[in-house]
């Protein structure tokens, strides 16, 4: 009976080394894709550097027309002349003088003033620059910017936009196409997704300085926003890699099993969104979790057992990380420790337990004497 109870043990340790060894292969898989980022990944990033101040075009001036209520104006007598003065929750202030006043505002509840705004764009087949400006002067009749202040705001877009890189779609966007959902996986896995996504845009070498898809300007003439926009399609393997979402979906499907296996480990890495990195993580866990007890809860536990429960805990720490190529290493180290690594019981209970033999025969051959 004992003979059967071992060989049953034996039989249950080598299918959970199995599955052990397993569920390895994809991460080593994940680790190796991960690794190959700078060859297998295209450059779809558009470089606002690309474009010259002579490209940029001027696409529209006009001017901005607001609305005000005239409940809102404020009457001070200064050095002998009244000034008015109008404040709202919009931020529009000005003054006006008395003959403005009389003009455009007296015996009015509503009345409008204009702000001047210009449109400024550039297009190429590997992106687009749109900027928005509106100036800061409140006049009472439409004006626009006259030529002078179109050169300046056109030289300002061009230097701010030099040090600019930008993606096809920002983090709202990616939001509302992929995170609107009732999937209660999707809702338990979204602060970890983002964890990885918040901080410039996401780990890897082309957005390395923080790609963008807007950004502000603003000089003493006025303020306004720059819409940067990537144009470039996405190629085939550009699916493995987390921020595939932040631009155009690869045509090309993963049809073949190779591919489909690429896919499957991609989908394992902490931030893929709609991957299994979760679920696989509390599998790979429900494997560690016997030899472990098996390590602290067991006396003369087998020195196999130590060494691959501590080589598990590290791939753990590398598939975090993510350190790719300790986390290679120390998988394949866990998989020939798996496959040959003797199982034996401790050594040090073994020697210890030797020592306490010796010690009571010496012992108890001194007494007799």
Not at 82 to 90: A, E, F
Not at 160 to 187: C, E, G, P, Q
Not at 251 to 272: C, I, M, N, P, Q
Not at 291 to 308: H, R
């Amino acid at each position: 009976m004992e003979l059967k109870k071992l060989d049953m043990d034996d039989i249950k340790r080598r299918i959970l080394y199995g599955l052990i060894i397993l569920s390895l292969l994809p991460l080593i898989t994940m680790f190796y894709i991960n690794l190959k980022q700078d060859k297998w990944e295209t450059d779809r990033n558009f470089y606002g550097k690309e474009s010259s101040e002579d490209q940029l075009k001027i696409t529209q001036n006009t001017y901005q027309k607001y609305e005000c209520s005239s409940k809102k104006i404020t009457k001070k007598k200064e050095l002998g002349n009244m000034r008015y003065y109008y404040r709202d929750k919009n931020h529009i202030n000005f003054e006006a003088n008395e003959e403005e006043y009389n003009k455009y505002i007296k015996d009015s509840d509503i009345f409008y003033v204009y702000k001047p705004k210009c449109q400024i764009s550039y297009h190429s087949d590997n992106g687009k620059l749109t900027a928005d400006f509106t100036g800061k002067k409140i006049s009472f009749e439409p004006g626009t910017f006259n030529s002078a202040e179109l050169r300046s705001i056109t030289k300002l877009v061009h230097q701010k936009s030099r040090s600019k890189i930008f993606s096809t779609y920002s983090i709202s966007d990616v939001n509302k196409r992929y995170l609107n959902s009732n999937n209660i996986a999707i809702i338990i896995g979204r602060s970890l997704i983002w964890k990885f996504f918040d901080s410039s845009i996401y780990n890897h070498p082309y957005n390395s300085k923080g790609a963008i898809t807007n950004f502000r300007i603003s000089s003493k003439s006025g303020n306004g926003t720059v819409h940067g926009k990537s144009l470039i399609k996405s190629e085939k393997y550009d699916r493995l890699y987390h921020d595939f979402v932040f631009y155009q979906m690869p045509k090309a499907k993963f049809t073949s099993v190779k591919d489909r296996w690429l896919l499957f480990s991609a989908e394992l890495g902490a931030g893929y969104l709609h991957g299994y990195y979760i679920i696989y993580f509390i599998f790979f866990a429900i494997l560690w979790l016997p030899i472990c007890l098996d390590q602290f809860l067991t006396v003369d536990s087998a020195t196999k057992n130590t060494v691959i429960c501590f080589e598990q805990m590290f791939v753990i720490v590398a598939w975090i990380g993510p350190f790719n190529r300790i986390g290679i290493i120390l998988s394949i180290i866990t998989i020939l420790c798996l496959l040959f690594f003797p199982y034996k019981r401790n050594p040090f209970y073994d020697l210890q337990k030797d020592g306490i033999d010796m010690m009571k025969k010496d012992f108890g051959s001194f007494l007799d004497k």
